[in-house]
Each structure stands twice: as C-alpha cells, then as structure tokens.
C-alpha cells in the first residue's frame, strides 16, 4: 500500500514538473519574440508568438496575443482573430485589444462581426480593438446597427458603441448621410447617452455640412448643458470669420435652444456681426434664453 502510494506521489510530482517545464519553455520562447520585436525584427517575433496562440496555459496565449499583435499588419490581425472566440475570456479580450495595436483598420469587420455573441470581457476587449484602430474601423459596426433586423444583434451592436465611448461620434455622425431619419434617430440617442463634451465637439466640427446639419444641431439641443461650452469656444474661435456664416447662425440656433445663460455673452457678440443671418439667429437666440 505505501509502495502505491510513493508511486502515485512521485507520478504527481513528475507531472507538476512536467508542466512546469512547459510552462517555461512557453516564457523562454516569448522571450525570445519579444527581443526580437525589441530588435525592429517583427517578422522574427511573429513567427515565433504565433506558434504559442495554442498553448495549453491561458496565460502564455495572453502574452503571445501581446506579442502578435505589435508585430502589426494583416498577418497579425488574422492570427488573432481565432482567439476573439477563446473559452477563456481574459484570452479574447487580449486578442480584441491586440487586434487594435496591429493597426489593421480591415479588423473593424471582423470585430463587429463578433460582437454579437462576445460576452464579459472579450466584449470590453473588442471595444478596446475599436477604439485603438479609430473611427475608420468602427464604420461596420455602425452600418450593421442600421441595417440589422434582429434584436439581439441590434442591442449588442448598441452596446458596443457605448462601451467604445466618445471616439465613436465620428462614425456615427458620418452615418447621417446614408441613413433613414429614423435610424439617425436612434443613433443621436446613443450620441446623448455617452454625455461627453468630446461628442458635441465631434458633432460641432461636423456641423457645416448643410446634409447633416439640421439633424446636428438637434444633437446639440439633446445633448443639452454638455454642449454649451464647446458650441461657446467654436462661437469665439469662429468670430469675425465671414466664411463661417452657415456655422455661426446654426450654433445660435443650437444655443438658444439649449436656453443656458452661460451662452449670452458670446450671443450678445453674435448680435454684433456683419451677417445679417448671424445677427438674426443671434438675436433670436437671446430671446430664447433670456425669456423676453
């Protein structure tokens, strides 16, 4: 009986060393990608992470994610990609937020379509792939909420944008043109409830394209008090600018609307413009505000 027990002991023991040696070789191996991504030789480093995106320890797969993707580039982006799908899901949100630094805008579809059925983390790592790869990348994602009809997808896809933030705006807004009233509709309402100055300043930089300016300016409105400052500082970068007509009368617009007294004084230096339109708007605006 002890004899027994002494082997199922040392067999213990052999297969913890076993795996301990794994482990290390694993180490030893990323050691060696990242001296060589440390020497400017991505090629090197990729060859030698990608082979341990397998591994049997969640944790090498994490850090060869990491390695892959500074490597960069398309090839980078399409080793991940497998991993997005990873049981584990500290592993998929490495891969999302690998797929990021690999700089491959291409990835933004691949990590909308996975955003339906992503979940916990991996969710919160493909908004991080997003928002490092920047507006280009989020436009599928954007497209898709328009054009989906099932719900589940719908409501993921909402998720998503708000869980990316404010560097969404410029994606969304640049959606206006080619979307019905409707689906803007329910976009702007996204755009209000991220209540980040960085949008209205998104939507304010926007606001001279005459086919998405109306619905700009009803941005501003929704967004209320978190759009007074920015409207305020463009208003003042834009005085005396008689390029900006069209601009300057529309963030009157938007201001009055608003109804914050913070916007008076700059209105009250609208008021005074050469633009008969400015003035007008301006004008307008005050009594809005003022009540009288």
């Known amino acids: 009986m002890d004899s027994l027990k002494k082997t199922q002991a040392s067999g213990l ?3 913890l060393m076993a795996l301990m040696m794994f482990a290390l070789a694993g180490c030893s191996g990323l050691g060696d990608a990242k001296s060589a991504l440390s020497a400017g030789d991505k090629d090197k480093a990729f060859e030698i992470a990608q082979g341990f995106l397998k591994d049997g320890n969640p944790e090498v797969r994490i850090e060869a994610a990491q390695v892959v993707g500074m490597t960069g580039g398309e090839r980078a982006a399409k080793a991940l990609y497998p991993l997005l799908d990873d049981e584990e899901p500290t592993v998929g949100a490495a891969a999302g937020a690998a797929i ?4 491959f805008i291409p990835a933004g579809l691949v990590l909308t379509q996975k955003t339906p059925k992503a979940r916990g983390e991996t969710f919160e790592g493909i ?14 994602l954007v497209v898709a909420f328009d054009a989906t009809k099932v719900e589940g997808d719908w409501k993921a896809y909402r998720a998503m944008m708000l869980q990316i933030g404010p560097s969404v705006a410029t994606a969304i807004t640049e959606s206006f043109k080619r979307s019905t009233a409707q689906e803007n509709q329910e976009k702007f309402k996204i755009l209000v409830e991220l209540r980040s100055p960085k949008v209205a300043r998104f939507l304010i930089d926007q606001i001279g394209d005459e086919e998405v300016a109306v619905m700009i300016v ?3 409105v929704e967004l209320g008090s978190i759009a007074v400052d920015p409207a305020v500082d463009k208003l003042k970068e834009y005085q005396g600018d008689e390029t900006k007509i069209v601009q300057k009368a529309l963030l009157c617009d938007a201001l009055g609307d608003i109804k914050s007294k913070k916007a008076i004084p ?10 008969d339109r400015v003035r007008a708007a301006a004008d307008h605006a005050l009594t809005k505000v003022r009540g009288f």
């Open 218 to 220: 009803k941005g501003l």
């Open 127 to 140: 908004a991080t792939g997003f928002g490092k790869l920047g507006s280009e990348a989020m436009r599928p």
């Open 100 to 103: 990021g630094d690999t700089g």
């Open 266 to 275: 700059i209105l009250e230096q609208m008021a005074k413009e050469p633009s």
């Open 13 to 15: 023991l052999w297969g």
